[in-house]
């Protein structure tokens, strides 16, 4: 069967968007480095990147009208979660060090990555984990809802709004369960492979 076009394209339009958010997370610190009382250019990042979250997600879809299958291929498929917890860490990063972001509150809004990553990697490290599971790194409902939370947890942050708190709160809730949904996803994908392609 012949591979999708953009499945073995890497510069598509839609991995552009991706790739994106990760100078917009540089440009970002620099919005904060020196500046503490600046709000809006910051702010105005977030909402560039948020466009772009978006924007990829329309371009993927658009690069597979044709297509007989609708679930994302090729690269993308990772590359958009794998861009959005870049993006989102350095965020959190340089609100800790610039703003004197409090620990529990970056621990709340980051609990997916604190959770995923090991998993991720203990998945990529391990040939017992390699060898029957078939992890799906495309992103989920839950997943970009949890990058939502992420996101309105942050301008919160960046107003110092009372609503901080209670959206890093749902921000660990959806990344809980974002987790607990990609992890589901794996074993649903092992159960439906054959044996052969299980060794």
């Known amino acids: ?3 999708a076009p953009d499945a073995d394209r890497f510069f598509t339009l839609a991995n552009v968007m991706s790739l994106s958010r990760v100078p917009l997370a540089g440009v970002f610190w ?3 480095h020196g500046r503490p009382e600046t709000t809006w250019a910051p702010l105005t990042v977030m909402i560039v990147a948020g466009a772009t979250d978006i924007l990829d997600g329309k371009f993927a879809r658009l690069g597979r009208k044709d ?25 959190l990063i340089a609100l ?4 004197g972001l409090t620990l529990n509150l970056l621990l709340l809004v980051c609990t997916r990555e604190l ?8 998945y990529k490290l391990l040939p017992v984990f390699r060898g029957w599971l078939h992890y799906d790194f495309t992103a989920t409902f839950l997943g970009k809802l949890t990058t939502v939370l992420q996101f309105a947890a942050i301008v ?9 708190y209670p959206l890093a709160l749902a921000s660990c809730l959806g990344g809980l369960l974002a987790v607990g949904d990609y992890l589901w996803r794996v074993v649903r994908i ?3 492979s054959p044996p052969a392609d299980r060794i």
Do not use: H, Y
Request: charged share 20%; hydrophobic share 45%; proline share 7%.
């Open 1 to 3: 069967m012949k591979a």
């Open 30 to 32: 620099l919005t904060l």
């Open 67 to 91: 297509q007989t299958s609708s679930p994302p291929t090729g690269r993308g498929a990772w590359l958009d979660p794998v861009c959005d917890k870049i993006f989102v860490g350095v965020v």
């Open 96 to 99: 800790f060090i610039e703003r």
């Open 115 to 122: 959770v995923q990553i090991p998993t991720v990697l203990g």
């Open 156 to 164: 919160s942050l960046l107003f110092s709004a009372r609503s901080t």
């Open 190 to 192: 092992a159960r439906r």
